[in-house]
């Protein structure tokens, strides 16, 4: 099982990044997918995820309206577009599968990828 994610980088408050995550190694399109992170010195938080058919999502109450997930079952892939990036959404960003449609449940995935830095700052 592979879960590797991509698109982080140093962007400007207010900014926007893309993230994305490509699977291998398991049924991507049978299981849901999210993002989790984790901030120096904090601990891991749940973001967003995403049904295995793309019908239910979840987002944290501190990303809801500026991040949106989405998947592409055909690429394996799953997305996660940020907007209006503020300086406390730097963080490691990890993909995961499963995930749950509520806070709380950082340790019940299965499958991690090593995470991908994103960094607000002017």
């Known amino acids: 099982v592979q879960l590797q994610a991509s698109g982080g980088g140093l962007v400007q408050p207010g900014g926007s990044l893309r993230l994305s995550c490509v699977a291998s190694?398991?049924?991507?399109?049978?299981?849901?997918i999210g993002w989790f992170r984790q901030a120096p010195g904090k601990s891991r938080e749940g973001v967003s995820c995403?049904?295995?058919?793309?019908?239910?999502?979840y987002y944290a109450d501190s990303v809801k309206g500026r991040f949106t997930i989405s998947r592409d079952n055909t690429r394996n892939t799953m997305f996660l577009l940020m907007k209006n990036l503020m300086p406390e959404d730097s963080a490691l960003y990890y993909c995961?599968?499963?995930?749950?449609?509520?806070?709380?449940?950082?340790?019940?995935?299965?499958?991690w990828g090593k995470g991908t830095l994103v960094t607000v700052s002017s």
């Open positions: 995961a599968a499963p995930c749950r449609y509520h806070s709380g449940a950082e340790d019940y995935p299965n499958f």
């Open positions: 190694g398991f049924a991507f399109d049978t299981y849901s």
């Open positions: 995403i049904s295995s058919g793309s019908h239910k999502t």
